[in-house]
């Protein structure tokens, strides 16, 4: 019922591992911390603001056997549809 877009702002190859798919944080610098992590990965920096109350797309795959390709991308558009009739 939404139409949404995202901005990449991080894209890696890991080795197998779950913390980058956090998605409850107990304060904001929690999130923060969480946000540098993940953008300190990246292997092209996108020059993306990530504001504290952000929403966060994760996209994850197997890359190889032993390797995932990740992608994270921020919420910056949210158009609500009007599915009236």
Same mark, same amino acid.
């Given at each position: ?19 980058? #798919?956090? +998605?409850?944080?107990? $304060? ?15 292997? @092209? ?13 994760? #996209?994850? +795959?197997?890359?190889? $056997? ?15 549809? @009007?599915?009236?009739?």
């Amino acid at each position: 019922t939404a139409n949404m877009k995202f901005k990449i702002f991080s894209l890696y190859n890991i080795k197998p591992t779950e913390d980058y #798919l956090q +998605t409850e944080f107990d $304060s904001v610098q929690e999130f923060r911390s969480f946000v540098d992590m993940i953008t300190k990965r990246s292997i @092209n920096d996108f020059k993306v603001e990530i504001p504290d109350d952000a929403k966060i797309l994760t #996209l994850s +795959t197997c890359y190889s $056997s032993n390797t995932r390709h990740v992608v994270h991308a921020v919420l910056v558009e949210e158009k609500i549809q @009007n599915n009236t009739k």
